[in-house]
């Protein structure tokens, strides 16, 4: 492992650190820690949307093990008609497969939709990446099941969708408290000063090897049902398997400048080196055509 990355594992950062209060919080503050750590937690800043969000996230979550009989086999597991995304369940679980994502979205969801408009969170949102930022995707949600639901090992989301400038910002909220049992998001802060790093296939899609990124390099960040995680897009982050008798969804929004875009994205190995080659060709032909 190069040095640099080595020296970032050092860097001991506690959660008083990066953690703030949504009653009592200054945007520029948070943006700067933002910049410095590349993540920052917010304490209750999702706490008014909790209930209604878990009777959507329930719904769907049940419509989509209806109709897990109808799911169709691709490259990252299986995706039922409805666009829930099934693993692999763990051996003796009551099915053979396991929800990862839910598809619930902003165009399925009103309280999903709400959430991504948030004012306090905009104020954070437009003091890290300025006015002109515009809402990036749809909005996505994790959903680990009881007794073993999927682990999701370190990664960086720039390794699904790596962005031409700073990359979106994204806020991971907690529907349910949520902590070492149940599937706590672990961070590393300052892995965003890193670059992109390569990835592996991973049980969980992309992934650090886990010989070079483990768990006790990051710092897990326990929390209440509406408590908010931001991280930038190479923040290191990934989670454990949920072992308590609950699902354990969390909701993810995300943002970027209006001038951004995805240039290189995948979700395997393959893919990926293949989107890159695309990107390292269309940089070429441009180079070529400029320098005619
Ligand atoms: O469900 C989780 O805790 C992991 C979420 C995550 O790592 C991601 O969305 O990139």
């Given at each position: 492992m190069?040095?640099d990355?080595k ?10 650190e ?7 919080i ?13 993540c ?70 009103d309280?999903?939709r ?24 749809n ?41 070492l ?18 990835h ?71 893919n ?21």
């Amino acid at each position: 492992m190069p040095s640099d990355e080595k020296r970032y594992k050092d860097t001991a950062v506690s959660i008083s650190e990066i953690e703030f209060f949504a009653g009592d919080i200054d945007p520029v503050e948070a943006s700067r820690v933002y910049q410095t750590y590349g993540c920052l937690i917010v304490r209750g800043l999702m706490k008014d949307y909790i209930e209604r969000i878990q009777v959507d996230i329930e719904t769907i979550a049940q419509e989509s093990i209806a109709l897990l009989d109808q799911a169709q086999k691709i490259v990252e597991g299986w995706r039922t008609p409805n666009g829930t995304l099934f693993l692999p369940a763990p051996e003796g679980y009551h099915r053979d497969q396991q929800i990862m994502v839910l598809a619930i979205h902003y165009h399925n969801s009103d309280v999903f939709r709400q959430t991504s408009q948030d004012p306090r969170a905009l104020e954070i949102v437009q003091a890290i990446l300025g006015d002109g930022y515009e809402v990036f995707g749809n909005g996505q949600s994790l959903y680990k099941e009881p007794t073993g639901g999927h682990p999701k090992l370190l990664h960086q989301d720039s390794a699904y969708f790596q962005h031409r400038y700073q990359g979106p910002v994204a806020i991971l909220s907690y529907v349910v408290d949520t902590n070492l049992t149940n599937g706590a998001l672990y961070v590393v802060p300052k892995s965003h000063l890193l670059g992109q790093l390569n990835h592996i296939d991973t049980f969980s899609h992309l992934g650090l090897a886990p010989e070079e990124w483990g768990w006790e390099d990051a710092l897990p960040l326990e929390g209440q049902a509406g408590d908010s995680i931001f991280f930038h897009v190479q923040a290191i982050h990934g989670s454990k398997q949920n072992f308590s008798d609950r699902p354990r969804p969390v909701f993810i929004n995300r943002y970027r400048a209006g001038n951004d875009e995805t240039i290189i994205g995948g979700t395997t190995v393959a893919n990926r080196a293949e989107s890159e080659m695309r990107y390292r060709q269309s940089m070429a032909s441009k180079f070529d055509s400029n320098s005619a």
